[in-house]
């Protein structure tokens, strides 16, 4: 069964680059036609897209992040990562990882657990 | 601001039958694509629970089902249950923000 997991720190100080990781398991991340995504939530706040990645490296970033975003797949440890700089408070929130086909909307039928990371110094 | 409004909260008793709307624009819902439904219970991620506007994903009691008409969706819950008490959010795409979708602002259904 697939699951997924996200790791990374808890907290982030205020201009620095929040880095989290996502480890796939139960399937290779090359599985099917599989898209890899990640969501945040802030504190009391609804979803937020951010983006997803596909294996093969293509990339699609939501157009509000996408000049501080940078994901990358590391197929050989099944994993998956996010890389947000110039974090402000505004970035504390609940990340989440997920699974979803490439549709339009997708749907995300697979989700991690979800990581809070604070920005704060 | 998300472009698809939601009511923040519904309430109903157990037994009975509560909706909630998804209220989009000519960008998004009325443009044609398609709603998908989570729920999210208290500390835990969302699950989804309506896809393609009504389908059901394996697992889904019956008892949740999806429609969309125009340019909103809704989510019925019947037979209402202390474990439904949650958040739920809905998820379309929007043709004039570009990305991979939107969610809705989100509904707390809460049972009496």
């Known amino acids: 069964q697939l699951q997924l997991q996200e790791s990374g720190p808890g907290q982030v100080t205020p201009s620095e680059t929040l880095t989290l990781t996502c480890t796939v398991s139960?399937?290779?991340?090359?599985?099917?036609?599989?898209?890899w995504g990640w969501l945040r939530q802030s504190p009391g706040k609804g979803l937020e897209w951010i983006g997803t990645?596909?294996?093969?490296?293509?990339?699609y970033y939501s157009p509000s992040l996408k000049s501080r975003l940078t994901m990358s797949v590391d197929t050989s440890n099944n994993q998956f990562s996010l890389r947000l700089g110039s974090v402000t408070a505004a970035d504390t929130a609940v990340y989440y990882c997920?699974?979803?086909?490439?549709?339009?909307?997708?749907?995300?039928?697979?989700w991690g657990q979800g990581i809070l990371v604070t920005v704060s110094s | 601001q998300s472009v698809l409004t939601q009511p923040p909260s519904v309430s109903g008793a157990p037994g009975q039958r509560v909706t909630i709307s998804c209220t989009g624009s000519?960008?998004?819902?009325?443009?044609?694509?398609?709603v998908h439904w989570y729920q999210q219970l208290p500390g835990a991620a969302p699950k989804l629970l309506i896809y393609e506007n009504s389908k059901r994903p394996s697992g889904v009691p019956d008892r949740f089902s999806g429609f969309k008409s125009g340019s909103s969706a809704s989510l019925a819950i019947t037979g209402l249950q202390a474990d439904d008490e949650a958040d739920y959010y809905c998820q379309s795409y929007d043709n004039s923000l570009g990305g991979w979708g939107v969610f809705g602002t989100g509904t707390k259904v809460t049972v009496l």
């Open positions: 139960g399937d290779s991340i090359r599985g099917s036609s599989v898209y």
């Open positions: 000519s960008s998004n819902i009325a443009a044609g694509y398609d």
């Open positions: 990645i596909h294996y093969s490296g293509r990339t």
């Open positions: 997920a699974g979803h086909l490439p549709q339009l909307p997708p749907y995300f039928d697979l």
